[in-house]
DNA sequence: TATAGTAATGTAAACGTTTACAGGAGTGCC
DNA sequence: GGCACTCCTGTAAACGTTTACATTACTATA
């Protein structure tokens, strides 16, 4: 493999120069550009990225850290990084955490090992001591999905409490008042807490009694959620609507409610969070609250770069959310 | 920031020492290693594996190409290459090509120059020049959802055409006759065609006439398959079943035909490709070919490994398929 | 033609590891 | 005490760029 000595001393010049060809040709004249460039086709030289990272300092690569990318949701965020990354020629490292805090830490630490340049991250405890750490080095980072409406990270989200607050606002508003909900645990999803507490506030603020043996959390899949609804069916008093915390968990609750054969809506008003695509191709087409995942995902790392080049005081951005409402959820039985 | 060398001055050792403690503390004395050990946690060491890179030729990244992350089924592969990768403590650089062969050709010419160690790539056209210059540069890759059972280049893949023979096969001996394809077009999918070829010649082979009316390709999406059903509907003499030559194309189908007033299945068969985890969870529950996206994913990041480490003949892996019969189709109506 | 100014190019150190090779220290044996 | 051996450690070059600074080559002007 040939390197920029050999292009070099092919075309006559220093190394110096054929680095300004490749990086600022505007600054060396025309025609040592030319024999410059003649040399690197003969020699058939290869540009070294990896040791351009080397040298300043700069890999030009971001690392993404999220919980799976299986989920449609983050796989659309995933996207918007990339896109914009993309603008900035920098590519992705992409990570899955499967919402496991210690493989979130030894995702960050490989990642800084590996230089990269800032680090997008869909954190699974934002209290915990990964961030911290990362925020007293003055490392780049944005969060993502974050909850954070204030403090001192960068991080771009949404209001999931608001969220949920509409999503219960809506069921009320059809009459019920047997609301379950559904919803990832909150050990590992902050997002589900606070969507749980805007479900929660909105019940009281309507009169209705909290009960929680109408929350299950459970781990965020179509099969849980398939699961999670029998539970909560099987209840002396059950729902007549429940709230899935995302998407996942509602296209499995609407398998489960079924296979109990509960007649949707009619018998049952079953909500999502996220309106992944698939969400209104599904009969009944789902109520959901609309995030922009990809709108997310580019402006956390827009945001980063923006971190990077001027580590002002932090921003945090967050992102509106629209109730989706769709044939899965109608007015209460009877 | 501290390298080797601060920690080497404050251990009173070389910086030949402090590199055998990180990468084979085997070898150097346990109380010299624990003097060592002590500087890196004094002078807060961080390892540069960027520069480990640089030094060994050796990234520890290897490159992902494929279409989509948006498609469940990629998303599936990507976790399969990922995990594996992770056992080898490789990093996996994510690129889109969103089909187009010159972002293919950007991404590789990229991904290169960033000295990724192998690239594992879904391509866009197994027969153009990009694999073929990666082949004679003797550039370790791997294909991923290949087509080819055989010649110089490794690979793994799933025999798309007996997956197409299966479903057609399963529609005529639910009695149909007339039955329609929708397809990935053949320019940007190999794959796609080669499933129709299968579809074409399980036809023949029952003494149906081939009628290329009943063919459309289109991209892969939820809205083109819901548009796409909708002109085979409107043929003067429309199919009963269809085959979409992937699960997105079927469950955008199945919403078009039902916006047409069809009962599914009832009145109209329709079978996907891919079995994508939702396909079970969707009413009628999609009929589909399960192929392993996950242990391809897996698979294909075994197969760089082994083809890094010994670069000997190709080998090419066909995985199996099976159809899934649920009931998105049915006996043909009247 | 000399000169000042600018534009283009060259020199060489730096980036943080790894590793081939050399050298030294310890051990067991005669 | 000398020797051979093994085990551990050190020396220094190498990896392929970038870049601050120095130098040289042009150009315009008087």
Redesign the pocket.
Known sequence: ?S???DV?KLA?????????V??SPE???T???EKVTRAMKICN????SL??G????QSNTIGLIIPTINNPVFAESTRGVQDYADVRKTQVILGNTYYQYDQEKTLVDTLREKQVDGLIITTTNPRGNILKTLADENYPFVLLYSTIKTGPFWAVGIDNYRGGYKVTDHFISLGHRRIGMVAGNFSISDRSFHRWHGYRQCLLDHGIAYDKNLLIQTDYSLTEGQGSVKTLLSLADPPTAIFCSNDYLALGAMKGARERGLKLPKDLSIAGFDDIEIASYVIPALTTIRQPAYEMGKLGAELLFQRMENPARPIQRMLGTELIVRDSTARVPG
């Open positions: 493999m390197t920029i000595f070099a006559g010049v220093s190394t110096a120069t054929v680095s300004r490749i990086n600054m060396v004249r025609q040592t550009r030289y290869k540009y070294n040791a351009r080397f040298a300043t300092k």
